[in-house]
């Protein structure tokens, strides 16, 4: 059962890198990214992918230049997701086979990610914006783009962020921290999963 849930891992270092992504994996989530603001961010995602890459979609998250997105897919990564719309690392993205997840907050920046060729929305920050919000851009995007709402949404919200009309989320500090171990991982994850799986089909 492949749930929409991207677990991002500011701060992980690659020591840490493949028990915690295997933690995640066994857990039930198998979208991985790697903010490339944290320490070694490559050596990280190389490591998870050479282990976990044909059971896990691995990529990197803060991807603001087209030479990492290079750089990204000669190691292997999959998903390249971003805090703003730059078209220019879209297209990269998408020449590199490479699945496109750009921040967006307006309606405005939503349609300019999907003409350059964005697979989903990184609705962000998502607290902001609100339920609200999201219902409002809801109305006019098309629904066959996924939508991932990212920034101060965790599990307690799952249920009413759906119901206003967003596709998954994308969990930060509500997953892993820096120095945390893969066993608090697991047990964060597992509450996680387990939200997700209480929604409504």
Request: charged share 20%.
């Amino acid at each position: 059962m492949s749930r929409d849930i991207i677990a991002i891992l500011r701060g992980i270092s690659p020591e840490d890198a493949v028990p915690v992504a295997r933690a995640l994996l066994e857990a039930g989530i198998d979208r991985i990214e790697v903010p490339l603001n944290s320490p070694e961010p490559f050596d990280s995602i190389a490591r998870m992918v050479d282990a976990l890459g044909s059971e896990a979609t691995i990529g990197a998250g803060t991807v603001l230049d087209p030479a990492d997105v290079d750089r990204l897919a000669a190691i292997g990564a999959r998903m390249v997701v971003s805090p703003d719309c730059n078209p220019e690392v879209i297209a990269a993205t998408k020449d590199a086979g490479m699945l496109s997840y750009p921040g967006v907050f307006t309606a405005s920046e939503c349609f300019a990610a999907i003409r350059a060729g964005a697979d989903g929305l990184k609705i962000f920050p998502a607290f902001k914006l609100g339920t609200d919000g999201l219902k409002a851009l809801s109305a006019v995007l098309p629904r066959e783009v996924p939508t991932f709402a990212v920034g101060g949404v965790g599990p307690d919200d799952f249920s009413a962020w759906r119901s206003a009309g967003v596709t998954g989320f994308g969990i930060g500090t509500g997953i892993y921290t820096p120095g945390a171990s893969a066993e608090d991982v697991a047990t964060r994850a597992a509450g996680i999963v387990s939200a997700w799986d209480a929604l409504p089909a």
